[in-house]
């Protein structure tokens, strides 16, 4: 299993992102997947999750209305577009598979800054 994030960076608050998960080594259309972050000093959180027939997505409260999860599985990627960043969604993401999850990228880091 490889899952490999790209996409992050530095944005000024407002700003908008976009981060991609390639995923390989396993049948990704058979997975739910998700995208979680880490915070210094704070545990890893889900940030949303998205069912592997794209049937249904669940997103934390903090980001409901900003953040957008996608995926697709002829591609097995995973996206989540970031809308209106704020400095407290400076984090570590990281794309995870399964529910529960079973595996982790290595993670990119996204800072909002001005």
């Known amino acids: 299993v490889q899952l490999v994030e790209s996409g992050g960076g530095l944005v000024q608050p407002g700003g908008s992102l976009r981060l991609s998960c390639a995923a390989s080594g396993f049948t990704f259309s058979s997975y739910y997947m998700s995208w979680h972050r880490q915070a210094p000093g704070k545990e890893r959180e889900l940030v949303a999750r998205?069912?592997?027939?794209?049937?249904?997505?669940v997103y934390a409260n903090s980001v409901k209305g900003r953040f957008t999860i996608s995926r697709d599985n002829a591609k097995n990627t995973l996206y989540l577009q970031m809308n209106n960043l704020k400095p407290e969604d400076t984090a570590v993401y990281y794309c995870a598979k399964g529910s529960p999850t079973q595996d982790w990228g290595p993670g990119t880091q996204v800072t909002v800054s001005s």
């Open positions: 998205i069912t592997n027939s794209v049937a249904n997505m």
